[in-house]
């Protein structure tokens, strides 16, 4: 054989050598993979808890304007739209829509509430009461 010929064959990879690559990537996605997306559930809870925070201070900004929290019936939405009986409204109070949480979900507010003046939570990835990790509830109290 010629060099010419040795340097031709040697050019692609072999069947099983691929194979041990592929075997490679996988291993390392399932390692990596759960790692990553863990972080993507914790980011969506210091995102809630964000918006939380945020919501919190635009209900205490329309206190100091009008006199008192919006009542259940008027909800998170008395801070972008005036209601009709709050003359001393001076909103938005938000500079942008009303947020939803993180998972698609509208965030619950009552006041008077059960913790305090007012009760302001996300019901968590799933959308239901109580729940662990992504599932729990976030509150404001």
């Known amino acids: 054989?010629?060099?010419?010929?040795?340097?031709?064959?040697?050019?692609?990879?072999?069947?099983?050598e691929l194979l041990v690559v592929m075997v490679i990537?996988?291993?390392?996605a399932g390692y990596v993979g759960p790692k990553f997306f863990a972080q993507?559930?914790?980011?969506?809870?210091?995102?809630?808890?964000?918006?939380?925070?945020?919501?919190?201070k635009a209900l205490d900004q329309y206190r100091l304007d009008v006199g008192h929290y919006p009542s259940t019936e008027?909800?998170?939405?008395?801070?972008?739209?005036?209601?009709?009986?709050?003359?001393?409204?001076?909103g938005p109070y938000l500079a942008k829509a009303l947020p939803r949480d993180p998972w698609g979900h509208d965030y619950?507010?009552?006041?008077?509430?059960?913790?305090?003046?007012?009760?302001?939570?996300s019901l968590g990835r799933?959308?239901?009461?109580?729940?662990?990790?992504?599932?729990?509830d976030l509150t404001s109290w």
């Open 1 to 16: 054989m010629t060099a010419h010929t040795t340097l031709h064959r040697r050019r692609g990879f072999t069947l099983l």
């Open 25 to 28: 990537i996988g291993l390392l």
């Open 40 to 56: 993507i559930g914790k980011s969506e809870v210091k995102a809630a808890r964000a918006q939380i925070d945020g919501l919190q």
């Open 74 to 90: 008027q909800g998170l939405g008395a801070l972008v739209t005036r209601p009709s009986d709050e003359p001393r409204w001076a």
């Open 108 to 121: 619950q507010y009552r006041a008077p509430g059960e913790h305090g003046e007012y009760d302001l939570l």
């Open 126 to 136: 799933d959308g239901r009461p109580g729940g662990e990790g992504e599932d729990a």
